[in-house]
Nanobody, 122 residues
Framework: QVQLVESGGGLVQAGGSLRLSCAAS????????MGWFRQPPGKERESVAS???????????EYGDSVKGRFTISRTNTESTVYLQMNSLKPEDTAVYYC????????????WGQGTQVTVSS
């Protein structure tokens, strides 16, 4: 069992920055990967970034094409918190951002946070 809580969302002007946090609790030692997803209003959920091997020394990081070069995912050494640093924000980044976790390479993203709203004004 893993519990996830996101924070750090808010209202920001285009070109600005925000840092999202995802605090994990429970059996985090079983976590294989953690990721950030977002759902813009009226659109489907999409992947933003993921980090595989959280808590190990061989992390693998992936980003969605729309955020490459602007967003950075990172974690604490204890695997208790995952961050998403968002720079050069655009209005199209406006969405509810969700933190998620999976327990092995063949697992679904079965654990989810409640989401945090990010709104970017033009």
């Amino acid at each position: 069992q893993v519990q996830l809580v996101e924070s750090g969302g808010g209202l920001v002007q285009a070109g600005g920055s925000l840092r999202l946090s995802c605090a994990a609790s429970g059996r985090t030692f079983n976590t294989y990967a953690m990721g950030w997803f977002r759902q813009p209003p009226g659109k489907e959920r999409e992947s933003v970034a993921s980090i595989i091997g959280t808590g190990h020394r061989r992390d693998s990081i992936e980003y969605g094409d729309s955020v490459k070069g602007r967003f950075t995912i990172s974690r604490t050494n204890t695997e208790s918190t995952v961050y998403l640093q968002m720079n050069s924000l655009k209005p199209e980044d406006t969405a509810v951002y969700y933190c998620a976790a999976k327990l092995d390479p063949f697992d679904v993203w079965k654990y989810w946070g409640q989401g945090t709203q990010v709104t970017v004004s033009s």
